[in-house]
Structure formats: structure tokens, C-alpha cells
């Protein structure tokens, strides 16, 4: 029982607090500001290798200094989520609204559509399965992401925390509860998201492909 009250706090803490917070941040940001790049090429070519390099900065380089700046609490292991988050959902959502051909855009623009009507009824539903594809990989992303923030410092709570000291202490049933638990989160998560996804995209060729 009162290992149990321990994994509880933890998952408050990295889960409710940290990966919640910068889960949001992160994909919201990002999709906002895909929207407004979508306007600009020029943009778009510089952003897109930015996207890259970022994406390819490890974890582990990210994670102190974002505990340097923010903190010993969850807004450190937020604003680690938040940086590998951003790119994944930028760079999709980019890719998803460049999925419509031009012949359909043209089709639009002779029904008299404004830009935003276009958005909302051609160009984000095309985009959306890229997008809820960003959104399944960010859930993964997120929680690992605030695990291992959690190993560079953290107020002697959270998942990450757990594993490092217990590891320590070589009390591999606490280590081994707290994966159990990380796991149970991820896949919960993802199976979310996806149920999400088949609700929204069930006009999708992938679906329709699946039920028959």
C-alpha cells in the first residue's frame, strides 16, 4: 500500500504535471504556428532543416539546461516536452496541409472560398491523419522525454526519479512497477488518440480498407 501511494505521487507529478503541460504546449504551439508558415515558402525552407536539427539534439543535452533554466520541478520537464514535441507536430502538419493537389485547391477558389473556408474544408482534413500521426508519436515522446529529465533533477518525486534512486538500491520491484505504470500510461495514451483519430479520419481510404 504504501508502495503503491509512492507510484502515485509519481505519476501525478511527471504525468499530470509535466507531460500534460508540455504535450499541450508543444503540439499546440506547433500546429498554430504551422498554420501561419503555411503562408509563407520562404519560411517553410528555413524551418523544415531547423526542424531536423533540433529533432536530432538528444535528450540528454536538453535536459539539463532546461534544468538550469526552469528548475528542479515539472516546468523544466515541460519545456524539455515542449522543444521534442514542437518539430514532430510542425513539420507533419506542414506535410498534411501540402497534401491537397492543386487541381482541388483551384476547385475551391472557383466556388468563391476564402483561404480559411479552403483550411477548414479541404486542407486540415486532408491533413489531419498526418496530424493525429504526429500526435501518437508526441505521446510517446513526451512521457520518455520527461523520464529521462527526470534522472538530471527533479523534487525527489516523479517516474524518472523512482527508477534512478531505486535502481541505486537495487530494489528492482519498484523499478520494474514504475515501467509497469509508464507503459500502462503509453498505451492508454495511444490507444486515445487513435480511437480519436478513427472517429475524426473515418472517411480515410486506411480505414475504409480496414472495416472491409
Not at 536538453?62 to 528542479?72: D, L
Not at 534522472?151 to 524518472?160: A, D, Q, S
Not at 500510461?185 to 481510404?205: D, N, Q
Request: glycine share 8%; no cysteine; net charge positive.
Amino acid at each position: 500500500m504504501a508502495q503503491a501511494s509512492v507510484l502515485f505521487a509519481d505519476f501525478q507529478q511527471t504525468v499530470l504535471k509535466s507531460v500534460i503541460a508540455g504535450y499541450l504546449l508543444g503540439n499546440g504551439s506547433a500546429f498554430i504556428i504551422a498554420l501561419l508558415v503555411d503562408r509563407s515558402p520562404f519560411l517553410q525552407r528555413g524551418l523544415l532543416p531547423l526542424g531536423n536539427l533540433v529533432s536530432a539534439i538528444p535528450i540528454v543535452g536538453i535536459a539539463p539546461i532546461m534544468v538550469m533554466w526552469f528548475g528542479f520541478d515539472w516546468p523544466s520537464k515541460a519545456a524539455v516536452i515542449v522543444v521534442m514535441t514542437f518539430f514532430p507536430m510542425l513539420i507533419s502538419t506542414l506535410a498534411g496541409l501540402q497534401g491537397t493537389d492543386r487541381m482541388q485547391r483551384d476547385l475551391m477558389t472557383s466556388y468563391g472560398a476564402s483561404y480559411g473556408q479552403t483550411l477548414l474544408a479541404l486542407r486540415l482534413p486532408v491533413a489531419a491523419p498526418m496530424i493525429f500521426n504526429a500526435l501518437k508519436l508526441n505521446a510517446t515522446l513526451a512521457l520518455i522525454g520527461a523520464i529521462v529529465a527526470e534522472f538530471f533533477g527533479t523534487p525527489i518525486v516523479g517516474m524518472g526519479f523512482r527508477i534512478s534512486t531505486e535502481v541505486a538500491r537495487m530494489n528492482v520491484d519498484v523499478v520494474w512497477a514504475t515501467i509497469a505504470v509508464a507503459s500502462v500510461v503509453g498505451s492508454l495514451a495511444y490507444g486515445t488518440i487513435t480511437l480519436i483519430e478513427r472517429r475524426v479520419t473515418f472517411w480515410h481510404p486506411s480505414f475504409r480498407k480496414a472495416r472491409g
